[in-house]
């Protein structure tokens, strides 16, 4: 595609002798009589080079430099003066800038360094592809994360992997319960053994003992060989009870009896087996409402919940989304064999609004149909779902509430434009470091920070 080029200079016959220079090289160009001008034709399309003079009145080329840096880094800059020096091409470079051009400006120097400089952005992205296709993909228990929420979690997984207490963690499908178990069991003295995961709501109860406390050879009919069962084959290591709320009442009688004797009696054994196992259990439902309804032991949930961790939604932690998203096309790039480079400023700004009732799954499924189903380097608004892109109907009619609802979203969309630089997006908003961590771990649904769970 013909590259397109955006020329900022205060003097009108600049412009349009750059403009039609570079428009007879079949390039498309676009110009710009101030850097506030510049920034505003930034935000509204995506340029592959800017050709920016220094000194104007207002925002200097420098300003466009950086802030053009900051919403497209991939964009090639090439900064003008008539007050060349080296100071001024040295700060230019170290801004950001690929080249300089001294005033008054050769037309055929111009157009080879715009050619040059054309020519390196597209090495850069091609070593950038290759550098993906080379990497390993992120672990799979890796916890993706920066929020004010995330941390509180991170700081409670540490604690807890330290104990060998059980853990019960909880929190919405789809948040990463699992991860969370996997996180705990790594960051433990246990973390050489082996981690076990099983659903408790996915086995057909009649198999599900057997699974988990095993059998030896012919305790019943298809029983043809022994099989010693999770707890024993995560001896040493972890084993995660997933969805213990689905497990059956019956089956809860025999899972505390293991807890609090540390043996398992393998169906048909007459002797039973020593364990040595952490337990981790999660589930999506309310255990204490479960145990007050009659639906869940109680002597069963007190064992299980010496240390509770809930995992919090993704719509309590949208400043994490650009990290998130950064990541998941990671792995899928890996599981698809694709080379995404990654996603569209516009495209991002839309998954950071969404309320993601599915949380991570959702979101990592919304990103594997957009690169399955699109094209080109980067996933982009038309790649993702009608209905993610539709604005929604429904709005707040009280001021506040819509007053915290908009703050929140541009507060997301900032950060999502400074690819979750925390710095820099306070500098754009005017504001804080501090104060800015405080509005993110504000949710736009209550306005009341997440509350601290032990």
Aim: proline share 5%.
């Amino acid at each position: 595609m013909t590259a397109s080029i955006l020329v900022v200079d205060d003097m009108p016959a600049m412009q349009e002798m750059l403009n039609c220079s570079l428009a007879s090289e079949g390039y498309r160009v676009a110009t710009a009589g101030s850097g506030e001008e510049a920034l505003a034709r930034i935000d509204e399309q995506e340029f592959d080079l800017i050709v920016t003079d220094i000194v104007m009145p207002g925002l200097s080329g420098l300003d466009v430099l950086e802030k053009s840096r900051l919403l497209n880094p991939r964009t090639a800059v090439i900064v003008m003066t008539a007050y060349a020096s080296l100071e001024t091409a040295v700060t230019a470079l170290r801004r950001g800038a690929c080249d300089y051009l001294e005033k008054p400006v050769r037309l055929e120097e111009l157009k080879r360094r715009v050619r040059h400089a054309l020519e390196y952005r597209e090495a850069t992205w091609r070593v950038r592809l290759q550098q993906r296709a080379l990497s390993r993909p992120p672990a799979l228990h890796t916890l993706i994360g920066e929020s004010s929420a995330m941390r509180t979690l991170l700081e409670q997984i540490a604690r807890s992997a330290r104990t060998p207490s059980n853990v019960l963690i909880t929190g919405e499908s789809g948040v990463g319960k699992e991860l969370v178990a996997r996180a705990i069991h790594g960051a433990s003295p246990r973390c050489d053994h082996t981690f076990v995961a099983v659903n408790c709501g996915a086995i057909p109860e009649t198999l599900l003992e057997s699974q988990l406390f095993g059998h030896v050879r012919g305790a019943f009919t298809t029983a043809v060989q022994a099989n010693p069962g999770l707890f024993v084959a995560a001896n040493r290591g972890t084993l995660l009870l997933d969805e213990i709320g689905d497990a059956p009442f019956p089956l809860q009688v025999k899972l505390l009896r293991v807890i609090e004797e540390k043996h398992v009696w393998p169906v048909g054994a007459i002797k039973p087996v020593p364990v040595d196992v952490r337990v981790v259990a999660s589930t999506n439902r309310d255990l204490a409402r479960d145990v007050a309804a009659g639906r869940f032991r109680e002597d069963l949930f007190y064992r299980l919940n010496v240390v509770h961790l809930q995992v919090p939604p993704l719509r309590e932690r949208r400043s994490d989304i650009p990290l998130l998203v950064d990541h998941l096309i990671g792995r899928l790039n890996a599981k698809l064999g694709a080379r995404l480079l990654g996603i569209e400023r516009e495209a991002l700004r839309v998954l950071t609004t969404q309320p993601w009732k599915g949380n991570v799954r959702e979101l990592e499924n919304i990103l594997e149909r957009a690169m399955v189903l699109g094209s080109g380097d980067l996933i982009s608004l038309q790649h993702l779902p009608a209905d993610l892109t539709t604005p929604g109907q429904t709005r707040p009619h009280d001021l506040r509430e819509a007053l915290r609802r908009f703050e929140q979203q541009h507060l997301m969309s900032v950060v999502a434009e400074t690819r979750s630089d925390k710095r820099a997006a306070a500098r754009l908003l005017g504001i804080s470091l501090a104060s800015l961590y405080r509005k993110l771990s504000v949710t736009p649904d209550d306005g009341r920070a997440p509350a601290r769970r032990a």
